[in-house]
């Protein structure tokens, strides 16, 4: 896989700034990974720009090492380029082969520290909670040791995973000291804030289990300090879409509009395609319409398995190469768009931007579960499915295309209104306004 188009290196040499007036730092797990939150990064970034901010940067980890850890990639010719003015960055490992892991995080740290003491107003933001916030936390406190002047505001974001995967997998095991060192780094930020109320809950649980077993007094703090920051999503990317580039889409792919199911997010365990491939067999009004799958990730082979096996096995398709420009038109000619996500130990839906994006295209009723922050995401406006029922994504499914035309374009709408609330500028307006002090100009974001 070759890397990323990204312009020549940046000098690590220090340079004045004093023409540099605003900056925004996003250090993200970004583009190419198959994940909500680098197009929520992407978002701020670029809201940035639009709000008057004159320099951005994206920091993030090199490509090689996203391959090495597994993560689900899109075809690094499908990404879509960021706007003039956006700069990514991918800093080198230090160190050699003996600390794999440290090399690229001190890499990454290091960067940060540089950005730190240069002289620019900078806000920091970390999306997950490990290792990105911690990776701030530590950047902050190395800028400040060096003795040069610094002028740092954060944000640390708790996206979910972080907190079902790490600070919940912490307090399950007893590794206290692990679970201190996130959660303190969480509230040591100036402006912690969490993706949805589920999830600020779930790191208030978390918080009272170590409170619990060990004296101390996270949950209070966290109650008092953590606020709701839902994601950027840019609406106009969705909204308003013109029909002849859907057909082209749709045309491209060998689809016309109404003549299929969509699931498009992450194959993984904890998404549920498996009941949606078992459902969509079982649905009577699903019999004339294919199933597209699309996306990537540790579950594509299981599922491309089940599929091939499944009583409806000659109408699945699986497409694993879907550009960030195909998503609207695909989302807007589908008959139905279906996530059945599902509470797994390694992962919870804490929120659900797909189905947002799904929302504000148009196209036919969204099916999913009330799992999670999903019904943050969806208010009253989808069907609602139980978890791991396969006949009842079937018999929404019966509801969903059968349903007259006049009550779809009513829910449509009402979803399309729904997800509005999450437009980038709004959202990105929000999060700056929290900041303690209106001088901060910059946002860094992981």
């Known amino acids: ?40 990064a992407r978002n701020l970034a670029e809201a940035a720009l639009v709000r008057g901010f004159s320099e951005v940067k994206i920091v993030t980890w090199p490509v090689e090492r996203l391959l090495e850890a597994g993560l689900p990639l899109k075809p690094l010719e499908s990404v879509q380029p960021y706007s003039d003015g956006i700069e990514v960055e991918r800093p080198e490992p230090v160190g050699d082969y003996r600390v794999p892991d440290g090399r690229y995080l001190s890499g990454l740290v290091g960067r940060l520290v ?110 008092e300090r953590v606020a709701i920051s839902y994601p950027a999503i840019n609406t106009r990317d969705y909204l308003d879409l013109d029909p002849a580039t859907t057909a082209a889409v749709l045309h491209a ?22 009941d949606l491939i078992a459902g969509f067999a079982a649905s009577p ?61 390694e992962f919870v839906e804490t929120f659900g931007i797909a189905l947002v994006e799904k929302m504000l295209a148009g196209g036919g009723p969204v099916i999913t579960c009330d799992t999670g922050g999903i019904g943050e995401a969806v208010g009253d406006t989808a069907l609602i499915v139980p978890t791991e029922d396969p006949q009842a994504i079937a018999d929404a499914l019966d509801e969903a295309l059968r349903m007259p035309d006049l009550e779809r374009e009513v829910m449509e709408l009402a979803a399309r209104d729904h997800a509005r609330q999450f437009d980038r500028l709004a959202v990105f307006d929000r999060l700056v306004a929290r900041l303690p002090s209106p001088e901060v100009v910059a946002l860094g974001a992981f």
């Open 114 to 223: 540089e950005l730190f003491t240069d002289g620019v107003p900078t806000v920091a933001m970390s999306l997950y909670l490990s290792p990105h916030t911690l990776a701030v936390s530590e950047a902050v406190r190395v800028a400040h040791e060096t003795g040069l002047p610094v002028n740092v505001t954060t944000i640390a974001e708790a996206v979910g995973s972080d907190v079902t995967n790490v600070v919940r997998s912490c307090v399950e095991h007893e590794q206290f000291g692990a679970a201190a060192q996130v959660l303190t780094a969480f509230l040591g930020s100036d402006v912690p804030v969490a993706v949805s109320e589920y999830t600020r809950e779930l790191v208030v649980s978390s918080a009272e289990a170590i409170d619990a077993r060990h004296g101390t007094r996270f949950a209070d703090r966290c109650r």
């Open 1 to 40: 896989m070759t890397p990323l188009p990204e312009g020549p290196r940046p000098s690590r040499r220090r340079r004045p700034r004093a023409r540099t007036r605003r900056r925004l730092v996003i250090v993200v797990r970004a583009d190419p990974v198959i994940c909500g939150h680098s197009g929520e």
């Open 253 to 274: 792919r060998g689809l016309t509009k109404g003549s299929y199911v969509l699931y498009l997010s992450r194959l993984a365990a904890a998404k549920g395609v498996d």
């Open 285 to 345: 009004a699903a019999a004339g319409k294919t199933l597209v799958i699309a996306g990537n990730g540790p579950q594509a082979g299981e599922l491309r398995r089940l599929a091939a096996v499944s009583d409806a096995a000659d109408r699945i398709r699986f497409l694993d190469d879907v550009s960030d420009d195909e998503k609207p038109g695909l989302m807007a000619g589908c008959a139905a768009f279906v996530l059945p996500s599902k509470p797994r130990p």
